[in-house]
């Protein structure tokens, strides 16, 4: 099956700079890459997403990156504010067309604090 | 509000008792997913339903019993659990077939005393 590894697990940036939290996924069929971001209190929420027909996106100040022949996609933040401060897991899937489902693979999460 | 409802927010419970966690989604999905979330496994895959059936049970212990009446229900009946079992529960709902994301309710934190 998919194996998702994250790192690093905790990053503190001043604000202002940029953060960047990398990925690696092994299973090369894999073609879809969420990033999402859970606040305290709160569950996970997708804030951008790529499939591996693209090699970048971006929204605003989130962009990410893949590199599907090293298999490693990142997230990239500029300008960071404080409000950027939560946990970040990168996700991957496959294609699926049958009912066996949309199967997300996580990783094990970045703890992002932004110091003012 | 993400358009997945998750109720209650917090619950504490005995290890004898029994209890149920309710998810409800509003957002035309045919999939829906239990996960756990603690701090050794920050996104515990447990349970995914496409289409009302269960299509996945990640090894999860009998003492948590999945319910998904129709695409837009899913509950969680919880019976005799350990402590260890204290967690954040998640429910999310997405579309089987292609890739997509899912949408997470904000979870239920179950404390077993």
């Known amino acids: 099956g998919e194996n998702v590894e994250q790192h690093p697990s905790t990053l503190s940036v001043q604000e202002g700079d940029s953060a960047v939290i990398k990925c690696t996924y092994s299973d090369s069929a894999s073609n879809y890459f969420p990033w999402y971001k859970q606040e305290l209190g709160k569950g996970p929420q997708l804030i951008i997403d790529?499939?591996?027909?693209?090699g970048e996106k971006k929204d605003q100040r989130i962009a990410v990156t893949l590199n599907k022949t090293a298999k490693h996609f990142s997230l990239h933040i500029t300008e960071t504010q404080p409000e950027d401060s939560a946990v970040y897991f990168c996700?991957?899937?496959?294609?699926?067309?049958?009912?066996?489902?949309?199967?997300?693979?996580f990783g094990g999460g970045t703890r992002l604090m932004v110091k003012p | 509000e993400t358009g997945v409802t998750q109720t209650p927010r917090h619950l504490v419970m005995g290890m004898t008792n029994k209890k149920s966690l309710k998810c409800e989604q509003h957002?035309?999905?045919?999939?829906m997913y239990w996960y756990k979330q603690s701090a050794k496994k920050p996104l515990e895959l447990m349970f995914v339903y496409n289409f009302k059936e269960q299509t996945e049970n990640n090894s999860v212990p009998s003492r948590f019993s999945p319910e998904c009446p129709n695409s837009s229900h899913l509950f969680l009946h919880l019976h005799t659990l350990q402590p260890e079992d204290s967690a954040l529960y998640l429910c999310?709902?997405?579309?089987?077939?292609?890739?997509?994301?899912?949408?997470f309710g904000s979870g239920t934190r179950l404390t077993v005393v």
């Open positions: 957002l035309g999905h045919n999939a």
């Open positions: 999310a709902s997405g579309n089987s077939g292609g890739n997509y994301g899912y949408t």
């Open positions: 790529i499939r591996s027909n693209v």
């Open positions: 996700a991957a899937s496959r294609s699926s067309y049958n009912n066996a489902g949309n199967m997300l693979t």
